[in-house]
Each structure stands twice: as structure tokens, then as C-alpha cells.
């Protein structure tokens, strides 16, 4: 079992509606989760961090954990071609190790 | 990519050459990382640090080596090269203060090995 899983995507969405990315991690002393967004070519950027239970929000971006289903997943809403990208979740492990997932690859269509 | 150097952007190297990609933070974050990427594919760690002097094995450390003498530096380093490490490498460092994360990617490294 990898330790940090991905919807294998890719995921497409049309302009203005809600995506949703998910992501499953396999260690359980995981304290804190990532999403990042690449663009081809470019290197990835931190988006949203979330460390407690619940949901967290940014602007368009909600992150939501379940440690006890080790579940992490990020809704982008109101999603704009602009949001076209692969998006990453990493996973900061107990040896202190940030793991990430092979990452989803997602399409706003005009 | 600002804080976070990485140096050279493209490299061609010959099966069994050796070479350092070098990666460099002026933030003085503690922990930092290195990674590749395989076209398609997420990032696979090889090394991190988390702390000057600390140095611990990710996923795929085969063939490589890093060292961590100072903040700022943490430099890998590729021995016997093999075709199989032809990829993107990336340098990342991060920090934790007050609840809130910061982290950084360099620009990355491509290599092609030969």
C-alpha cells in the first residue's frame, strides 16, 4: 500500500462548479497535510494546510480532514480554467518525512 | 521559487559520471527536502533534513547522498550515474511557526543521463 494515495484522475469540471480532490495516507502519527497545485513545467506551490479535524477555508479553497479515516481531501469551488493544473497532497509523517501522493490532474472547461 | 536556489536548471550526464545538484535557503528554515519527478508522476522523496547536521533516507535513496553542514545548504549528490535517474529534481524547504506553515520549492533540476 503506498503511503499517500490519490484519486488516479484526471478530473475534469466545467467552469464555475465545485472539484474535489481526495487523498488517503497510510501513517497514522501524520500531524499535518498539504495541497499543492503544479503547473506543467513549473515546480509545486503550497495552497492550503490543514492540521486538526473539520474543514478549513481559503478564499475558493476548503481543506477537509478525518484522521480517524485518514481522508484528506480539498474542494475548489467556483473553479476557473485558471485552477487547470495537477494538484498535489503531501502528508508530513511521525519521522518528520513529507510524503507527497502521485498527484490529480484537473481540467476547468470554459 | 523565491528562498529557495537551485543550481544547474539542465544537466547532461554520461552513464557513471557523478555530479551535485546544489540547493540553497536564506530563510533559515529548519527542515529541508529533496525530491524527483518522473514525467506524469508525483514527487518521490530521497532525502530530507531536518535540522543542520541531521540528515535521514526517503523513498528512493539509492544512488544518492546529501549532506547538511549548515541552514542553508543541503546539496545531493548523484554517484555512478545510471539512466533510471534521468528525471526533475526538486529542493524544497518549509517551517512551522505560530501554526502557520511555509514552505518553498526551488525552480528544480533537470537531468538527463546517457
Same mark, same amino acid.
Given at each position: 500500500?503506498?503511503?499517500?494515495?490519490?484519486?488516479?484522475?484526471p478530473l475534469?469540471? !466545467?467552469?464555475?462548479?465545485?472539484?474535489s480532490?481526495?487523498?488517503?495516507?497510510?501513517?497514522?502519527?501524520?500531524?499535518?497535510?498539504?495541497?499543492?497545485?503544479?503547473?506543467?513545467?513549473?515546480? !509545486?506551490?503550497l495552497?492550503?494546510?490543514?492540521?486538526?479535524?473539520?474543514?478549513?477555508?481559503?478564499?475558493?479553497?476548503?481543506?477537509?480532514?478525518?484522521?480517524? $479515516?485518514?481522508?484528506? #481531501?480539498?474542494?475548489?469551488?467556483?473553479?476557473? !480554467?485558471s485552477? $487547470?493544473?495537477?494538484?498535489?497532497?503531501?502528508?508530513?509523517?511521525?519521522?518528520?518525512?513529507?510524503?507527497?501522493? #502521485?498527484?490529480?490532474?484537473?481540467?476547468?472547461?470554459? | 521559487?523565491?528562498?529557495?536556489?537551485?543550481?544547474?536548471?539542465?544537466?547532461?550526464?554520461?552513464?557513471?559520471?557523478?555530479?551535485?545538484?546544489?540547493?540553497?535557503?536564506?530563510?533559515?528554515?529548519?527542515?529541508?527536502?529533496?525530491?524527483?519527478?518522473?514525467?506524469?508522476?508525483?514527487?518521490?522523496?530521497?532525502?530530507?533534513?531536518?535540522?543542520?547536521?541531521?540528515?535521514?533516507?526517503?523513498?528512493?535513496?539509492?544512488?544518492?547522498?546529501?549532506?547538511?553542514?549548515?541552514?542553508?545548504?543541503?546539496?545531493?549528490?548523484?554517484?555512478?550515474?545510471? !539512466? #533510471?535517474?534521468?528525471?526533475?529534481?526538486?529542493?524544497?524547504?518549509?517551517?512551522?511557526?505560530?501554526? $502557520?506553515?511555509?514552505?518553498?520549492?526551488?525552480?528544480?533540476?533537470?537531468?538527463?543521463?546517457?
Open positions: 500500500q503506498k503511503e499517500v494515495e490519490q484519486n488516479s484522475g475534469s469540471v !466545467p467552469e464555475g462548479a465545485i472539484a480532490l481526495n487523498c488517503t495516507y497510510s501513517d497514522r502519527g501524520s500531524q499535518s497535510f498539504f495541497w499543492y497545485r503544479q503547473y506543467s513545467g513549473k515546480s !509545486p506551490e495552497i492550503m494546510f490543514i492540521y486538526s479535524n473539520g474543514d478549513k477555508e481559503d478564499g475558493r479553497f476548503t481543506a477537509q480532514l478525518n484522521k480517524a $479515516s485518514q481522508y484528506v #481531501s480539498l474542494l475548489i469551488r467556483d473553479s476557473q !480554467p485552477d $487547470s493544473a495537477t494538484y498535489l497532497c503531501a502528508v508530513l509523517g511521525s519521522a518528520r518525512q513529507l510524503t507527497f501522493g #502521485s498527484g490529480t490532474q484537473l481540467t476547468v472547461l470554459p | 521559487n523565491a528562498g529557495v536556489t537551485q543550481t544547474p536548471k539542465f544537466r547532461i550526464l554520461k552513464i557513471g559520471q557523478s555530479m551535485t545538484l546544489q540547493c540553497t535557503q536564506d530563510m533559515n528554515h529548519n527542515y529541508m527536502y529533496w525530491y524527483r519527478q518522473d514525467p506524469g508522476m508525483g514527487l518521490k522523496l530521497i532525502y530530507y533534513s531536518v535540522g543542520a547536521g541531521i540528515t535521514d533516507k526517503g523513498e528512493v535513496p539509492n544512488g544518492y547522498n546529501v549532506s547538511r553542514s549548515t541552514t542553508e545548504d543541503f546539496p545531493l549528490r548523484l554517484e555512478l550515474a545510471a !539512466p #533510471s535517474q534521468t528525471s526533475v529534481y526538486f529542493c524544497a524547504s518549509r517551517t512551522r511557526l505560530a501554526g $502557520s506553515e511555509t514552505q518553498y520549492f526551488g525552480p528544480g533540476t533537470r537531468l538527463l543521463v546517457l
